[in-house]
């Protein structure tokens, strides 16, 4: 059963306000994490602000990381011009640098900035310290993408729109030296006169000459929003649809994603196309009849909170905020489903234990539920003194179960650490109600990767208590 005692008592998937001590956010358009390992959760509004607060469920206070406001142009409701898009460099740690992606007018464009936080205020961004990256001209006010995020291989990928009106009227995403209607792939780490980054030597046209040097793939409409899965390293993408489908795609360098040729799998302007066989059509796609309408790609899920769904890619949708699931495997898809309804989706984000957040449009932040709450034949019993029991099976190879008691609502970490005390997996960092509870390590660390074969010490750590001990992993 998952690792999960018959006797346990399980709870149906839900949603729940994730910060209910908070109020509504305005448009948050992203939730992310630094990657610091401070366990702070950075929200980014459509406004211009970006917030952050402790990941906790109780806090109640948020501050101001940085307000780019006086810098994007926005409206209220559907525009889709603002800020659109945060990315924290892989060593933020070090380096204190992070990344938007927003809408400037005037002319109107795409800004790709990396700003650095103030030397000793990590809850404060230099606001002058902005270091434009690159700038895209936008036609029209919509379809102005928004994405960026790090791949595993520290690059940094863009989603863009394909210029915006409809039906890609200038054939953007199809024009291979125009980087409209497109992922692009960056190094930031390296610059190359005259632009302020690098090209990663495997992007297609890094060689050619062909096409723009910053081109991953090609055939977008507007993916909103993008992510990869940190365990089989597959990006994929929600790319919106003109008004008929909405559309899943695994992301891959060189592939054409269709449009305007195509829209999902169907025709839609092939004029000047090529064979259907140069064209790379989606996992999965929906019809956008009322309620849905624009498709808001999500995560494969990597948490805690909801065992049976790891490994499944999760997403929604802006209008009808029905969340959906799917699970690719080998080439192939399947379990796909509709598992609840919530308010409009505008984003999805991850914190630093892989635990999924949905960003609604109605200004709250939500995230599921815990499947069990407690162990033991009944509910209403709480537990007599706070325990730390030894993990099982120990020595283990490829997961084990620890298991916990809390007689109280305490604020629990459950953190596992190496022979030198540095931190290799959090498997807890929140409040819980009373109770028992189990919590399963597949022997991977935060970042995905698998540990190496040893001794390990798991630490249970509350308001009051703290208890560690010692397991053995083996290869």
């Known amino acids: 059963m998952g690792g999960i005692f018959t006797n346990s008592y399980a709870q149906p998937l839900a949603v729940q306000n994730a910060f209910p001590g908070m109020s509504n956010f305005t448009q948050p358009i992203f939730l992310t994490h630094a990657g610091d390992a401070t366990n702070r959760i950075f929200v980014a509004q459509k406004n211009g602000l970006i917030l952050v607060f402790p990941n906790d469920s109780t806090a109640t206070g948020r501050q101001t990381f940085l307000n780019i406001s006086n810098k994007i142009v ?47 205020n990590p809850n404060k961004a230099d606001s ?38 409809s039906g890609d009227p200038g054939n953007r995403a199809q024009t291979i030296t125009n980087v ?36 991953f793939a090609i055939g977008m409409r507007n993916p909103w929003r993008m992510s990869q899965d940190h365990v ?10 003109q008004g008929s489908w909405e559309e899943i795609d695994i992301i891959e360098n060189g592939k054409n994603y269709g449009w305007r040729c195509y829209e999902g799998n169907n025709p839609y302007n092939t004029a000047g196309c090529g064979p259907q066989g140069n064209y790379t059509f989606p996992i999965s796609v929906y019809g956008s009849n009322s309620p849905d309408c624009s498709v808001t790609g999500g995560y494969v899920y990597r948490g805690t909170r909801r065992p049976e769904l790891v490994g499944r890619y999760l997403y929604s949708d802006y209008c009808s905020g029905r969340l959906r699931k799917l699970y ?7 379990e796909e489903s509709i598992l609840l309804t919530l308010a409009d989706v505008l984003s999805f984000g991850e914190d630093q234990n892989k635990e999924l957040y949905m960003c609604g449009n109605d200004g709250v ?37 620890i298991r916990y008691s809390l007689p109280s609502m305490s604020s629990v970490e459950l953190v596992i650490y190496n022979t030198l005390g540095k931190e290799i997996k959090s498997l807890v960092s929140t409040t819980q109600q009373p109770g028992s509870y189990e919590r399963q390590w597949d022997g991977r660390d935060n970042s995905g990767k698998i540990a190496a074969s040893g001794v390990y010490f798991y630490t249970l750590r509350t308001n009051s208590f703290t208890e560690t001990k010692r397991m053995l992993l083996v290869k």
């Open 328 to 334: 690719y495997n080998n080439g192939t898809v399947t």
């Open 180 to 215: 409209l209607g497109k992922v692009l792939r960056i190094d930031i780490d390296t610059i190359v006169a005259p632009n302020n980054y690098g090209i990663p030597p495997t992007n297609i046209y890094a060689d050619t000459g062909a096409g723009a040097k910053e081109i």
């Open 128 to 165: 002058l310290s902005e270091f434009i990256i690159m700038e895209i001209p936008q036609p029209f006010t919509n379809h102005n993408g928004g994405m960026i995020f790090f791949g595993l291989d520290n690059y940094l990928y863009i989603g863009t729109g394909d210029g915006g009106s």
């Open 74 to 120: 926005t409206g209220s409701g559907g525009d889709e011009r603002g800020l659109l898009g945060l990315a924290f460099h892989p060593d933020y740690a070090n380096n204190g640098y992070f990344y938007v992606n927003y809408t400037a007018p005037s002319p109107l464009r795409t800004v790709i900035s990396r700003f650095s936080v103030m030397p000793g």
């Open 365 to 401: 932040i939500y995230r599921f539920n815990m499947a069990v709450t407690g162990i033991g034949n009944d509910p209403n019993v709480i537990p007599a003194q706070f325990s730390l029991e030894q993990n099982y099976p120990n020595p283990f190879n490829p997961s084990t179960t």
């Open 232 to 241: 089989t390293g597959h990006i994929y993408a929600g790319d919106v649809g």
